[in-house]
């Protein structure tokens, strides 16, 4: 077993989009780093490439959040690969929409599947895993609280994260470790490309007070905050990281 004296962070979905850009900043703030994927495994690699080339460390696992044995796996690797597990991300997830007279079941067991059951699992073995003044992140979305029609699979799975957000950090409160949720509002990332990409852009950039699409750095930065020490007494919330999307 290898072993770090740094803190190490557990990062699903980190081969694109919001996860490789929390990869890079967090391997910037001086974490080794784990990128989790499923399918992309070119993504990975690059994200740990650049991780490596700008002089950090990070080693990139495949694991499919939606199967329990791979998560227990994914993080048994982490520890047999660095000794420990500091910080767990779960960016993981899949968009939907269609109207809700029209949605087949086969689509509500899939997106339930990875964005609720799959932030679940990872969520239990964080609770099994994680060192002591650890912090756990959940990507949720601006969503749950301003949706728009055709939106039901995707807001009430990522309301499920909100509820084990909440309820998992008070029980690991004691060990002080935080457990909050980061909802995104529009960002740019290829789960855009699911729909039309430059509507949507459009849209996300004149619902924000700011009036500009997020890219995937602004909402690492906000995780990065939330994950150093100068996060330690915020917990249990639902944080929304969106340039004035939601302003309640």
């Given at each position: 077993m290898s072993t770090t004296t740094q803190r190490v962070a557990l990062i699903s979905g980190g081969g694109t989009g919001i996860g490789r850009a929390v990869s890079l900043r967090l391997a910037r703030d001086g974490f080794a780093v784990v990128v989790g994927y499923s399918r992309?495994?070119?993504?990975?690699?690059?994200?740990?490439?650049?991780?490596?080339?700008?002089?950090?460390?990070?080693?990139?696992?495949?694991?499919?959040?939606?199967?329990?044995?791979?998560?227990?796996?994914?993080?048994?690797?982490?520890?047999?690969?660095?000794?420990?597990?500091?910080?767990?991300?779960?960016?993981?997830?899949?968009?939907?929409?269609?109207?809700?007279?029209?949605?087949?079941?086969?689509?509500?067991?899939?997106?339930?599947?990875?964005?609720?059951?799959?932030?679940?699992?990872?969520?239990?073995?964080?609770?099994?895993?994680?060192?002591?003044?650890?912090?756990?992140?959940?990507?949720?979305?601006?969503?749950?609280?301003?949706?728009?029609?055709?939106?039901?699979?995707?807001?009430?799975?990522?309301?499920?994260?909100?509820?084990?957000t909440k309820v998992l950090a008070r029980e690991l409160a004691p060990r002080g470790i935080t457990v909050n949720a980061v909802s995104p509002g529009m960002t740019d990332t290829p789960m855009l490309e699911g729909g039309d990409a430059e509507a949507l852009r459009k849209y996300g950039a004149a619902s924000a007070a700011m009036r500009r699409l997020g890219q995937p750095e602004d909402i690492a930065d906000g995780i990065a905050a939330l994950v150093s020490s100068d996060g330690r007494w915020i917990t249990g919330q639902v944080i929304h990281v969106d340039g004035g999307t939601i302003i309640v």
């Open positions: 992309s495994a070119v993504g990975a690699e690059e994200t740990v490439r650049q991780i490596e080339a700008a002089g950090g460390k990070a080693w990139a696992c495949k694991v499919d959040v939606t199967v329990e044995d791979e998560v227990v796996a994914f993080f048994a690797a982490a520890k047999a690969h660095y000794g420990r597990v500091d910080v767990v991300i779960n960016n993981a997830g899949i968009g939907h929409m269609k109207p809700f007279a029209d949605i087949p079941m086969s689509h509500y067991d899939f997106t339930f599947n990875v964005n609720a059951r799959g932030t679940f699992m990872m969520c239990r073995e964080a609770a099994r895993h994680i060192e002591d003044n650890g912090r756990i992140i959940n990507l949720s979305t601006g969503a749950t609280v301003a949706n728009t029609a055709g939106m039901a699979l995707y807001v009430a799975s990522k309301m499920a994260v909100e509820g084990f």
